[in-house]
């Protein structure tokens, strides 16, 4: 099966390619030669989600996944969330967005948060959610230079490791967004 990731992120292309391997032909944006960003205007994950998978369904007629991806920590009553790639701002970066969180963090003793996926399909037809939650907490500096976003201060539970210092196979046995493509995954092969 073919599918389009609504997504322009090299590092989520790659993290989708590897948990969707032998199972479905993976095509970006970029692939497809749609460069323009697409906005994501509401509040929550769920509803941004689906509508980048809609809008690329809209434009190309072929089935569509797209997702969202929050990082919710508890002492900061779920911020960054939905915000979370442009925490720091409009231009996107992770290295700034993750400053910040770690100077509003400063002085915090509760640094539990949890990384939430949603992820959205559409083929026109069928219109599904599945969400992969981990919980974890925030550690107190960058740590590792694997993975993408906030993964260098994300420590998963029962880890001592951020994401960023695992081997992209080891992350992704447990990830928020692998946990979510593993439901994608179960249910594209009941409809396929």
Do not use: Q
């Amino acid at each position: 099966m073919d599918l389009i990731f609504a997504t322009h992120n090299d590092g989520k292309i790659k993290e989708i390619r590897s948990l969707l391997s032998g199972k479905a032909r993976v095509f970006s944006l970029g692939e497809l030669n749609l460069n323009e960003e697409i906005d994501e205007p509401f509040l929550t994950l769920e509803e941004n989600a689906m509508h980048k998978a809609k809008e690329i369904f809209r434009r190309t007629g072929k089935a569509c996944f797209a997702d969202d991806t929050g990082l919710e920590v508890h002492s900061l009553g779920g911020k960054p969330g939905v915000l979370s790639a442009r925490y720091a701002g409009e231009a996107k970066d992770p290295v700034t967005n993750m400053e910040k969180l770690l100077l509003e963090m400063k002085n915090s003793k509760d640094r539990s948060a949890r990384f939430r996926t949603i992820i959205a399909f559409t083929d026109g037809k069928k219109e599904m959610i599945f969400e992969g939650i981990v919980n974890g907490k925030i550690s107190k500096e960058k740590k590792g230079n694997k993975g993408f976003g906030y993964d260098p201060v994300f420590i998963p539970e029962n880890e001592t490791r951020t994401f960023a210092e695992m081997e992209p196979e080891e992350k992704n046995k447990f990830s928020h967004r692998a946990k979510a493509v593993r439901d994608f995954i179960y249910w594209l092969r009941i409809i396929l």
